[in-house]
């Protein structure tokens, strides 16, 4: 199947600096990454759809000048926790919808950590 | 409402049982849904679609009922691979978003 990455696996930082996530395809091209965060004990929560070549689309209730996704190639988003505070502690997961759009697939996640 | 609710167990069966999953959602437009398997602090994986007419994958058995918006998951012959937290999944009308139930947790014991 699929394989798509996530960098860094698990990143610890100092409340109030910025901390950037990068999730690649590997072996198939994708115009369409999604960015999703899950809370111990929760659910996967969408927090946006990257598109490439263009604006993300947020989701209700998430700040997109806080969490920024830049989606340059067709192999690579970025999302940057800008401002990161201990509530922004999660897992953060990308995944990446195939060309075909039969399936997504999903990076192995972040864990992120704001002391 | 959730979108799609599931009952988050735990289930602790023994090695060999058989256990089922319940899961209702309330958007009458979503187009598909899945079963999704969780391992602690992993991603999640496919583990199978599910259609109205039921689909069968080794020990896996799903099931779609659109009428009650409502659908299973049958796990027979448990083993102790099998523990993990089953996700309940939808895919949103557009064709795009996946909804994602809070999951139901499975423990198999020796």
């Known amino acids: 199947g699929a394989v798509v990455s996530q960098h860094p696996s698990w990143v610890i930082c100092k409340s109030g600096t910025s901390v950037k996530i990068e999730c690649r395809s590997l072996?198939?091209?994708?115009?369409?990454m999604f960015w999703y965060r899950q809370f111990p004990k929760q659910s996967l929560m969408l927090m946006a759809t990257?598109?490439?070549?263009?604006?993300?689309?947020?989701e209700q209730g998430v700040e997109k000048d806080k969490f920024l996704i830049n989606h340059a190639s067709l192999t690579l988003s970025t999302l940057t926790v800008t401002s990161a505070h201990p509530e922004d502690s999660s897992f953060y997961i990308c995944?990446?919808?195939?060309?075909?759009?039969?399936?997504?697939?999903f990076g192995p996640g972040t864990r992120l950590t704001v002391t | 409402r959730k979108e799609v609710e599931q009952d988050p167990g735990p289930f602790n069966v023994p090695e060999g049982a058989t256990v089922a999953f319940n899961c209702t959602y309330s958007?009458?437009?979503?187009?598909?849904f899945f079963w999704y398997r969780q391992d602690c602090r992993k991603e999640p994986k496919l583990l199978m679609s599910v259609y109205s007419s039921g689909n069968e994958d080794g020990r896996f058995t799903a099931q779609l009922n659109r009428a009650s918006q409502y659908i299973s998951l049958l796990i027979r012959d448990s083993k102790l691979s099998d523990s993990a937290t089953y996700l309940c999944?939808?895919?949103?009308?557009?064709?795009?978003?996946?909804?994602f139930g809070t999951g139901t947790r499975l423990a198999v014991r020796p």
């Open positions: 995944s990446a919808r195939d060309p075909s759009g039969a399936e997504q697939y």
């Open positions: 990257s598109n490439e070549g263009s604006k993300a689309t947020y």
């Open positions: 958007n009458s437009a979503s187009q598909s």
């Open positions: 072996d198939f091209q994708a115009t369409t």
């Open positions: 999944v939808g895919l949103g009308s557009s064709g795009d978003k996946l909804t």
